[in-house]
């Protein structure tokens, strides 16, 4: 079923638009689905929704508001013969159309391939099978495939549901407590379900022990809010598991950094505040080796030295393992025991592999922290640039560099506004700036500038940043400058029209050309767009004439195509050159 919408615009035919299934938005901007210009429309004004034959409209917290019917609304399912009014825009819902559906042709499967069962190699003759599990292998004379018995899937066990028949059986989804129950039952050799007499498969209680532990880290991995709390909790985790005494995760910035950062510390035992209970014998053999260092006499062994810190807390056995990054070591994972039990070479493998785990953890938090600067960076340069400058700002790194180059500055302000904050209340104010606010962004942007200060009605747009620093170059952005400046006067005439009756608002322009010193500096956090140079302080001056429509230096119209546009020029504004004023 489709929707169609039957559009009236002030300034143009109707036009009839379909709706597809699925969220359509509306606004002036050129990204939504469908797009609406003139007064009264938002950059994005509403959205509809469409699901079958049901169509609903929400508006997106516009300026001017969605109205259906003559009255505002905020969501509202909407039927055929329904008025919808957005800015200057009637649109009507028509009844949706039926399209017949075509059944797609299917070929018909083939006849399933019959395969003499076979015992797999790899499984072990000291095996026995359920006998539950042998009599769905035969039943019928037919295999079924192993995923209808046991499926491992993205963290989730399915089992075969003994109360179902064989030949349509229902596959559970176990929890993940149970998968973990599961696993730890693996290790005991010991299965609740089994019949007596029936032989089960050997403990090997240490192996499947380190395999529930990875799994753990591993989901940890997954789960964790940031790298402090992955790191505790792998650090809690080997603490209970492999029994040490101490555990220590230690870690730096990089392999150039010989500081190194107790990221978290885990002691059977009081400390004293700041006291970090690692041997420095043995964490320096780990940078210097980049190798694990396990030890089952540590105050006996010659690679060690026997460290103070080792008889300090008494320790017996050491396992330290590097955590390594891009070929750098940015870290080490330090275990203790002070008991007569060392640390085995299996232990080693693990701490190894979690050591492995924790570089991971290391590299996506990392990668974490350059995307959210990098959004952060960009979100402060879309504040003053268009998305093509944005662009060209990312792909180099020009934050925090002034370049000097050749640009055209625009000044702009609002005659009366002063007056006007004395008769409205602020939400009427405000609703003034908002409007004229937004479409400074939209003519500075869309005309390939930068709005580089904008305060209580008065603002600073820059064109050229990028531009190559030729005489062509500098005719061009003038140009674009002044289209903007055009733009602007035409559309603030309009836009007076919706503000309040006592808003007798006039804008005043001023454009100069000439050498600026510009650029975006300060922290990811808060960045900052500075602009320099003659060009602004002659835009200034002229500015400080208060004179409706648009004003420019003289050097600026010896720049401009003539025959483009028609100027006077008027009483001496500046010291060293004249100026001339536009005319519509």
């Known amino acids: 079923m489709a929707h169609v919408l039957r559009i009236q615009s002030s300034n143009g035919p109707v036009r009839e638009v379909p709706i597809a299934e699925g969220e359509t938005t509306i606004g002036r901007d050129p990204s939504n689905g469908l797009v609406l210009t003139g007064r009264g429309v938002s950059r994005r004004h509403a959205k509809l929704l469409c699901r079958g034959d049901k169509l609903t409209i929400v508006d997106l917290g516009s300026t001017y508001g969605t109205k259906i019917g003559g009255m ?33 042709h299917v070929e018909p499967a083939p006849p399933p391939l019959q395969v003499e069962p076979e015992t797999p190699a790899y499984i072990a003759d000291e095996v026995t099978h359920d006998p539950r599990a042998a009599r769905a292998l035969h039943t019928n004379g037919k295999r079924p495939s192993p995923v209808s018995l046991v499926n491992l899937d993205s963290g989730a066990i399915q089992f075969l549901d003994d109360s179902s028949e064989l030949e349509e059986h229902e596959l559970v989804t176990r929890s993940e407590s149970q998968i973990l129950a599961a696993v730890e039952r693996l290790g005991t050799g010991v299965y609740p379900s089994m019949d ?99 030890s089952g006499d540590a105050m006996h ?20 393992a590097p955590l390594t ?10 275990l203790n025991r002070a008991g007569p039990l060392p640390f085995t070479k299996s232990e080693g493998e693990l ?24 959004r952060q960076r960009r979100r402060g340069l879309e504040r003053f640039h268009p998305p093509e400058i944005v662009e060209q700002l990312s792909a180099g790194d020009e934050a925090g560099v002034l370049r000097e180059h050749q640009g055209t500055a625009l000044l702009c302000d609002i005659i009366g506004l002063s007056e006007l904050a004395e008769r409205v209340s602020p939400q009427e104010l405000a609703q003034v700036l908002g409007d004229y606010y937004e479409l400074l962004y939209e003519k500075v942007f869309g005309n390939a500038g930068s709005l580089v200060k904008l305060y209580d ?49 006039q804008l005043a322009i001023a454009i100069a050309s000439g050498t600026v010193v510009s650029g975006v500096v300060g922290s990811a956090e808060r960045l900052e767009y500075v602009a320099l140079g003659q060009p602004i302080a002659d835009a200034r001056a002229l500015l400080a004439a208060q004179r409706p429509g648009m004003l420019i230096t003289e050097s600026l119209w010896a720049n401009l ?19 001339f004023e536009f005319k519509p």
């Open 457 to 505: 009605g008065w603002a600073l747009a820059l064109f050229g940043m990028h531009s190559a620093d030729s005489s062509d170059a500098v005719s061009s952005d003038a140009v674009w400058a002044v289209e903007a400046a055009r733009q602007l006067l035409d559309e603030f005439h309009e836009l007076t029209v919706l503000w309040p009756s006592s808003a007798r608002l």
């Open 351 to 374: 701490v190894g592999a979690l050591a492995a785990l924790l570089a991971s953890g290391m590299e996506r938090a990392e990668l974490k922290q350059g995307v959210e600067a990098e």
């Open 196 to 294: 007596d007499g029936r032989a089960t498969i050997a403990p090997r209680t240490a192996d499947y022990h380190a395999l529930l532990l990875m799994y753990k880290v591993s989901q940890l991995l997954g789960e964790a809010a940031d790298l402090d709390a992955f790191i505790n909790g792998v650090a809690d985790l080997v603490m209970e598991e492999v029994q040490a005494n101490t555990v220590v995760v230690l870690t730096r910035s990089s392999e150039a950094d010989q500081q190194l950062e107790p990221r978290a510390i885990r002691h059977r035992g009081a400390l004293d505040e700041g006291e970090v209970p690692v041997s420095r014998e043995v964490v320096n053999l780990v940078l210097r080796t980049g190798s694990p260092v396990i």
């Open 561 to 579: 195509p003539q025959r483009r546009f028609t100027a006077d020029m008027v009483e001496p504004l500046l010291a060293d050159q004249g100026a």
């Open 72 to 104: 505002p609304t905020l969501r509202r399912e909407v039927r055929a013969g329904d008025q919808i009014l957005i800015g200057m825009h009637e649109i009507e819902i028509c009844r949706p159309t039926s399209v017949p559906h075509k059944q797609p």
């Open 325 to 334: 990054l891009h070929e750098e070591i940015r870290g080490v994972v330090y």
């Open 301 to 320: 062994d010659e690679r060690l030295k026997a460290g103070q810190s080792l008889a300090l807390y008494n320790v017996r056995a050491v396992l330290a």
